[in-house]
């Protein structure tokens, strides 16, 4: 074999204008105590918890061929049971909703009520987002507003300007 093969090149492809410009999120891997950007958890799990982690994938592995249940109804089902007994308010799987984060849960909400003509969404500083706009795979507008420092100022750049 004479090495890899070539395939086009990324300015070949048929992506959006507006994303040409943008690089994907990579979460670097920092020599610090807790990497809070990877959203780690600082306390190390018990080998209880991992021999529970070892038996649960072991059974789940039997149904690894299928796809899983993207409407994750056990999970909310359990979520449910659990907010109910500590909280005292009634929950069922219909009052809640699952996904892979909050960047997920952002980017289904503008794909539902999003896009050209719609109102522009807004968010303020600090935001925690592993994209410059969770806006941006979808047709809608995405405003960030605030301070570009710690320090919060109380005057918001209004009106919005495009993009």
Not at 17 to 23: A, C, I, N, Q, Y
Not at 120 to 133: F, G, K, L, N
């Amino acid at each position: 074999m004479t090495g890899a093969a070539q395939g086009p090149t990324l300015d070949q492809l048929p992506l959006r204008d507006d994303l040409r410009s943008k690089s994907p999120y990579g979460a670097p891997q920092l020599a610090v105590p807790v990497r809070l950007n990877t959203n780690e958890n600082p306390h190390p799990p018990t080998e209880a918890l991992v021999d529970d982690v070892v038996r649960s994938v072991r059974a789940a592995a039997v149904d690894l061929h299928r796809y899983p249940d993207r409407d994750a109804v056990a999970l909310r089902h359990d979520l449910a049971g659990y907010l109910t007994a500590q909280t005292g308010v009634q929950l069922g799987v219909e009052n809640l909703w699952a996904a892979n984060g909050s960047n997920e849960i952002l980017q289904q909400l503008l794909q539902a009520f999003g896009g050209p003509g719609a109102a522009r969404s807004v968010s303020s500083r600090p935001i925690r987002c592993t994209r410059s706009s969770p806006a941006a795979p979808t047709p809608s507008g995405w405003r960030r507003c605030g301070p570009t420092t710690s320090a919060w100022t109380s005057t918001p750049p209004w009106p919005p300007s495009p993009g």
